[in-house]
């Protein structure tokens, strides 16, 4: 495993959870909600289309018995022990819970990639941005994938967001070494394929 997973992982799970998740309307004492307050709002609102639809609304009984922060700590976990699968369904049982978490969706595509499911990989990564547009990690790693799998329009679009991080870092920051490693794998995608063209 990559150091720069290693350290993925764990800025994850040295913060709250809390923190990730999106925070509706709240007072600044509150704390923010966990995962499972997450899970019952979003069952509370999926409720409410029951009230158009009556008996259409079908909450999955057998998660309820589960707590999306535990089976997130689980699979942090997993990634940290090099067990992807495990991961894998514990991250799928948060996302059924919290559709917006960000860091599970980063979590699940980097599970994704270590189990070659690169097209799902980029799925997760991209609804991982989605969601938090300066999770950078996340990011990063699409930024990545996209370069290694020939997907080099859709890294090339990236190469604006990654040089103004690149700038504002300016090699003192945490993350010179992830940004500046990203923009070698996009530079040298980019030349292999100008190679093959011009052959």
């Known amino acids: 495993m990559g150091i720069r ?3 993925g992982m764990a800025l994850l799970a040295a913060g709250s959870l809390a923190i990730s998740t999106p925070v509706l309307a709240q007072s600044s004492t509150q704390p923010p909600p966990t995962i499972a ?3 019952d709002i979003n069952a509370s609102n999926a ?5 158009l639809f009556p008996g259409t609304v ?11 922060d535990e089976e997130y700590k689980k699979a942090v976990d997993a990634m940290a022990n090099d067990d992807p699968a495990t991961a894998r369904k514990s991250l799928l049982r948060v996302i059924r819970s919290a559709r917006k978490h960000a860091p599970s969706y980063y979590l699940l595509g980097l599970a994704e990639i270590d189990l070659d ?5 980029r799925k997760h990564l991209e609804k991982a941005i989605k969601y938090d547009p300066d999770f950078v990690y996340a990011r990063l790693e699409l930024v990545r994938l996209y ?3 020939g997907n080099l329009d859709k890294a090339k679009q990236q190469l604006p967001w990654l ?4 700038q504002s870092c300016a090699n003192t920051c945490i993350l010179a070494n992830d940004l500046e490693h990203s923009r070698e794998v996009i530079s040298a995608a980019i030349s292999n394929e100008s190679l093959s063209v011009t052959q």
């Open 58 to 68: 079908q909450r999955d009984q057998s998660f309820e018995r589960t707590n999306p």
């Open 47 to 51: 409720g409410r289309t029951g009230d």
């Open 37 to 39: 307050d997450q899970a």
């Open 163 to 166: 040089d103004k991080r690149i």
């Open 117 to 121: 499911k690169k097209k799902e990989a």
């Open 147 to 149: 370069a290694t799998d």
């Open 5 to 7: 997973k290693i350290f």
